[in-house]
């Protein structure tokens, strides 16, 4: 086969626009008051965000070693290259669909900040009233960054590139977007629920998790569904490490400040990835099953996903509780993958979706305000229910709108641009196929 691309304009033409637009919308700082700021927590925010941009260079390689050797180098750009397409977006309307004003508690007007209009100067936001906007901004833009990222593990080895970037730019503003921004904006309807997401259990992982699930519903098996043969494992041990590093930023940045509650963090979401790490391995070993460089390292991000909804809200006692669950229910859910016909390649649904949900539903369980003064209704375990019963119902509507959404994205990407790749490119693999690149 050719390995040569197919000329298209499209692309092009849109960055042109978007230079356009720039070109003549320059969003200069007006002469606003000025806002009083504490540098400790502009400092940690600072070096938060870099902590949570490493994640996504972590989860390629985490993903990468995983795959063919033949896929890798796809396989990790298909991480990388979210970095590029989310953050031109988030400046152009993306960050306004998420924290600008409310349309419905749905979804945010993308007016607000367009071309980061009033950013730069903007007051500090409500929940981070001792950093600037702007940094507020591109520590969110980093979250909506790694969300898309995940998803490509469900369908690894076996999608174009070019149908990739468009399906990535419409999850973003057609699930991610709806889903921040009903979580997490003052006016969003789950925010106004009472359901709590401290660092993006519902946001971030339940979203890509259950979309993972519909993108493996829809592109159904790969060629060669049985055979997993990954290429490094040196690099998913890599990646690991780049991923636990990086989601000291993720949750205990969420307290958006150098504070307690960043400490609280940052030990509720050491205990609970060590503790899934350890649950995962021996559950294996009570079945006879070697202890695996891979299942020590699904384990710690299987407790790190299930622990980020929960972290600001909880004790460190409860999260060891919620890494060690989330552990098994998630073992037990790639076990049920593996004998079924589902070909969700890096199990993104059972580590994330399944992690994510049992995050939520814990968070439910085990959220006291003496942790959070946020907490309004303290959880299950401490004899209340309201907090358990907003969980339920947002846990059922979010995975029913995230579902139902992706298969109508992945139906309207595929309509445009045919998302699988034909059988004798994915037969060579696609660092060839895709991008005429090979290790």
């Known amino acids: 086969m050719s390995l040569s691309g197919k000329k298209s304009f499209l692309p092009i033409l849109l960055m042109f626009l978007v230079v356009v637009l720039a070109f003549f919308n320059p969003s200069l700082p007006g002469n606003g008051g000025e806002y009083e700021y504490n540098g400790a927590d502009v400092a940690w925010m600072l070096a938060s965000t870099a902590l ?11 993903y990468g070693g995983m795959v063919k050797k033949k896929n890798v180098i796809s396989t990790m750009l298909q991480s990388f290259i979210c970095m590029a397409v989310v953050a031109v977006i988030w400046v152009v309307f993306g960050f306004s669909l998420v924290f600008g004003n409310s349309v419905g508690g749905i979804i945010g007007d993308p007016t607000t900040y367009f071309m980061f209009n009033g950013v730069v100067d903007g007051a500090p936001w409500g929940g981070a009233p001792t950093i600037p906007f702007t940094l507020f901004a591109m520590y969110q833009l980093k979250f909506a ?21 468009l399906f990535i730019a419409l999850f973003f503003i057609f699930i991610y977007a709806p889903l921040a ?11 106004k629920m009472g359901v709590l997401d401290f660092a993006g259990g519902t946001v971030v992982h339940m979203s890509a998790g259950l979309t993972a699930l ?26 690991t ?75 460190v006692p409860h999260s060891l509780v919620i890494g060690a669950v989330a ?33 939520m539903l814990l968070t439910g369980v085990f959220a006291h305000q003496s942790i959070n003064s946020v907490v309004e209704s303290n959880g299950l375990f401490f004899g209340e229910t309201s907090l358990f019963v907003a969980h339920v119902i947002g846990l059922v509507g979010a995975t029913v709108f995230t579902l139902v959404m992706a ?16 059988e004798e490119e994915e037969e060579i693999g696609l660092d060839l196929s895709q991008h005429g690149e090979k290790l």
């Open 52 to 62: 949570v941009l490493i994640m996504t260079p972590g989860l390629a390689y985490f």
């Open 145 to 165: 960054i790694i969300t898309p990222a995940l998803i490509t593990g469900a369908f690894a080895e076996r999608i174009k590139f070019t149908s990739y970037v």
């Open 214 to 239: 519909a993108s493996a519903i829809y592109l159904k098996q790969g060629k060669h569904f049985k055979e997993h043969t990954p290429a490094r494992i040196t690099y998913v041990l890599l990646g």
């Open 181 to 191: 921004h009903a979580t997490w904006h003052p006016d969003g309807v789950l925010f």
């Open 407 to 422: 298969f109508i994205l992945l139906k309207v990407t595929d309509t445009v641009t045919p998302l699988r790749v034909t």
């Open 241 to 315: 490490g780049m991923l636990w590093f990086g989601w000291v930023g993720f949750n205990a940045g969420s307290a958006f400040g150098a504070s307690q509650l960043a400490a609280t963090a940052l030990a509720t979401t050491s205990t609970a990835s060590g503790a899934a790490a350890l649950t995962y391995i021996f559950f294996d070993a009570a079945r006879g099953i070697k202890p695996s460089a891979m299942g020590v390292c699904i384990g710690v991000v299987v407790g790190l996903v299930a622990i980020t909804p929960a972290a600001g809200f909880v004790t």
């Open 327 to 359: 552990a098994i229910v998630s073992r037990l859910v790639i076990d049920w993958r593996t004998k079924s016909k589902l070909d969700d390649t890096l199990d993104v649904f059972p580590s994330h979706g399944v992690g994510g949900m049992v995050g």
